[in-house]
């Protein structure tokens, strides 16, 4: 990337966005890296935005004003969220990736990164190390967007050479940003409960194993990713990436090694049937093979940190 190119972030107040403007600001410059979500937060930061992803005039103008070469598209609506409201679920997370992908069509960007889930997976894929091709029927509005979105990445890269990039996010799990929405949100949630009142309800049931990711393993990939030489990135759709899959009674657990009494009790709602539709744990060769992701956080690791550092806070 050349000195006057930038990067452009866009939702950027979401769960990963926040930390990834972070941690590209340290590595390029804060002036390198443009964040951007739908509205301008109360006290936008430096080189904040405010686009909508559906609004192409508007993205278009803020690429050419930047000199953006580079987009992080994370705008989305996630898994229990999409299921409230099924066609603007749809529209935010298929017109949006649309919308980044025909820029790079147009020759106003060189690369992208659009971000796919474990939610593409569904109730006939086999649950327990899901390989990277398989059956997939997702069953949730979260899940078929970016199972299509997938099948446009991939479009879109032998139609017309776009450089886009893609791995499938488990849950995710940070002290730095909350994230909003989704099935897998337990797992931050508890944390914060932990600490603040010693003890936690989880919408989930105790032994609900699902696929998670601790947030700098999270950045570490995607970032990683896009670093890669072209030629190594063969998977133009999505790749697995795992690092560790637990339940709701085993992080409860690891939690109760640091907060003394840590009394976890259970409440499933709606987001069970979410869960019970999605695997249990990844394989992700592929992504270790052709681009060297290695993750560096397993359960008991991220659970000493992020009460570390919520603490801290
Ligand atoms: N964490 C997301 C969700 O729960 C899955 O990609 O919706």
Redesign the pocket.
Known sequence: MDQKDRILVIGALGQVGQELVETLRLRYGTERVIGSDIRLPENPPELFEAVDVLDTERLLAIVRKYNIRYIYHLAAL???TAEQKIKGGWRLNMQGLFNVLDLAVEGHIDKIFW?S???VFGPSTPRVDTPQTTVMDPNTV?GIS?LAGERWCDYYHARFGVDVRSIR????IGYKSL?G?????YAVDIFHAALQQGSYTSFLGPDTRLPMMYMPDAIKATIGIMDAEAASVKIRSSYNIASMSFTPAEIGAEIGQHVPGFQLDYAPDHRQA?ADS?PQSIVDQDARADWGWQESYDLAKMTADMLLNLKKQ
């Open positions: 996630l898994s229990a971000p889930s474990i939610a979260y970016k996010y488990p849950g995710l994230p929405g989704g099935t897998t949100d979410i999605w």
